[in-house]
């Protein structure tokens, strides 16, 4: 099982050979003839020159410090990318990836049937993340986060009836594979993508280590807590899965009052937003 996962890990690296290195990256380094080229690949030689100035005019601030970024402008989507990280761990994802062999036990299912059901699991995650590649441009990162947290909701909500009442089988798979589905086409993939859409270039360094940060200090928080929720004579999976659901409206309400569209926007228009955040704000 464990020699197995090396394939995809070799696949991957195969992979990274063809990626190219980020256009701002290579304007900052002097290497403004590779960056148009790999503007020019993805827009065309007319949206090539445009960001390109766009970039060089970005390059031309200083590097902003912590102070800039708790402080400045950037202290709001700041608090947005923690919060998302946040709720992409405490939504209860891992607690399911991590666990999901003793959840399908739980629920009365003999041993290989919760193993048969964990593969289930593993690859509605996998597929529902193109669904997510395939629409996060099309519908908007905004518009698919409100739809998955909703879905999301409703489908930990189901989990937790399904405990409470006692029930075993395809229902439980079928409300797990929903979480799952809408998980890996809206919260998981679109969290890490806005977060690294809403700061310019001479932040983002800082503000995506507090982002990862916040993932994995939450993700070992589910993982530790899992257990002695689930385990709990004064807690059990039912209500485990509740809270989970409630964390899930939770992002649902966030997405829909606090998290901007970054869709078709440059890093540059949406530093400008944000500056006009703060003027209109103090204001």
């Known amino acids: 099982m464990v020699g197995l996962e090396a394939v995809p890990a ?17 304007a900052q380094h002097g290497r403004a003839g590779e960056a148009l ?13 445009r960001e390109m100035e766009a970039i060089q005019l970005a390059l031309s601030h200083e590097e902003g410090g912590w102070g800039e970024l708790v402080r400045g402008p950037f202290r709001r989507p700041l608090l947005i990318a923690i919060v998302l990280m946040a709720c992409s761990q ?19 299912g003999s041993r290989d049937a919760a193993f048969s059901s964990s593969v289930w699991v593993g690859l509605i995650n996998l597929l529902f993340t193109f669904v997510a590649i395939g629409f996060v441009d099309r519908l908007g990162r905004r518009p698919l986060l409100i739809a998955g947290t909703a879905i999301q909701a409703l489908s930990l909500g189901m989990v937790g009836w399904v405990f ?5 089988g395809m229902l439980l798979l079928a409300c797990v594979i929903g979480f799952i589905a809408a998980f890996a086409m809206a919260m ?4 890490w993508l806005l977060c690294s859409e809403i700061f310019p270039n001479r932040v983002r360094g800082r503000a995506m280590s507090v982002a990862a940060f916040t993932v994995w200090v939450s993700c070992y928080l589910v993982a530790q807590t899992f257990p002695m929720l689930n ?3 004064a807690v059990g999976p039912a209500l485990t899965f509740w809270l989970y659901a409630l964390v899930s409206l939770f992002s649902l309400a966030f997405a829909a009052l606090v998290v ?11 530093e400008e937003h944000w500056i006009e955040k703060q003027h209109g704000g103090a204001a």
């Open 188 to 191: 998981g993939p679109i969290s």
């Open 37 to 49: 080229g790999v503007l020019g690949r993805a827009g065309g030689a007319d949206h090539a020159a």
């Open 260 to 270: 901007p569209e970054t869709k078709g926007r440059t890093l540059e228009a949406i």
């Open 231 to 233: 385990d709990s004579p």
């Open 164 to 168: 409470h009442a006692h029930q075993q």
């Open 90 to 108: 405490f939504c209860g994802i891992n607690a399911i990836m991590y666990y999901s062999t003793k959840i399908f036990a739980l629920s009365g």
């Open 10 to 26: 070799i696949a991957f690296l195969a992979l990274l050979f063809a990626v190219p290195e980020s256009p701002r990256w290579l």
